[in-house]
């Protein structure tokens, strides 16, 4: 059975820092793209960045890109998101997310894990 | 990146058929197959519903169905019932090698 399980998510204060994780199991995560979405409370989904299998190759919105970085770990079947220079806008539940092997779409979500940016 | 859009909600009684578009640009929705739908039930994740455009995942119930015309795809539920009520989110890939989410539907059961 695949299994995402987000973590890391918290209060932090603006400006500053929080890395998210996601532990994958249940499939070959060496196989996959995987990818952060994100939610603000109350708002649609919004895409946030993916990332190979190999971690070499790595896309972001242009929301977060420049303050982001995606990476993931394939000796540990986990997924990351360094979230640094965050605003309240950042403020949001974020899902890990698998990408369909060899095709575009996202077909496994995480339960998404709360990232709260306020003073 | 802006956001594909959705209608804000739409409503069918049960038994019905209803109709989400979600519009886009070349970029993505017209220029690819790569449109998906997810539904998303209060508190819950996402659920992958359609994927490449018209293909339905393995368990999902034949009553929702996708299509494409140009710039546009639509989801069609059809026998509209009470478990359906939920938000449900159209996605593209897109030509800057990201993807994009729709701004999302609320479907309500009268």
């Known amino acids: 059975e695949v299994q995402l399980v987000e973590s890391g998510g918290g209060l932090v204060q603006p400006g500053g820092s929080l890395r998210l994780s996601c532990a994958a199991s249940?499939?070959?995560?060496?196989?996959?793209?995987m990818h952060w979405v994100r939610q603000a409370p109350g708002k649609g989904l919004v895409w946030v960045s993916r990332i190979k299998p190999d971690g070499r190759t790595t896309n972001y919105a242009d929301s977060v890109k420049g303050r982001f970085t995606i990476s993931r770990d394939n000796t540990k079947n986990t997924l990351y998101l360094q979230m640094n220079s965050l605003g309240a806008e950042d403020t949001a539940v974020y899902y890990c997310?698998?990408?369909?092997?060899?095709?575009?779409?996202?077909?496994?979500w995480g339960q998404g894990t709360l990232a709260t940016v306020s003073s | 990146q802006p956001a594909l859009t959705q209608p804000a909600s739409v409503s069918g009684s049960p038994g019905q058929s209803i109709t989400i578009s979600c519009t886009g640009a070349s970029s993505d929705v017209g220029g690819y197959n790569y449109v998906s739908w997810y539904q998303q039930h209060p508190g819950k994740a996402p659920k992958l519903m359609i994927y490449?455009?018209?293909n339905r995942p393995l368990g999902v119930s034949n009553r929702f169905s996708g299509s494409k015309s140009g710039n546009t795809a639509s989801l069609t539920i059809s026998g509209l019932q009470a478990e359906d009520e939920a938000d449900y989110y159209c996605s593209s890939y897109t030509s800057s090698s990201t993807y994009v989410f729709g701004t999302g539907t609320k479907v309500t059961v009268l």
């Open positions: 997310a698998r990408g369909a092997y060899l095709d575009y779409y996202l077909d496994y």
């Open positions: 490449d455009v018209s």
């Open positions: 249940g499939f070959t995560f060496t196989n996959y793209w």
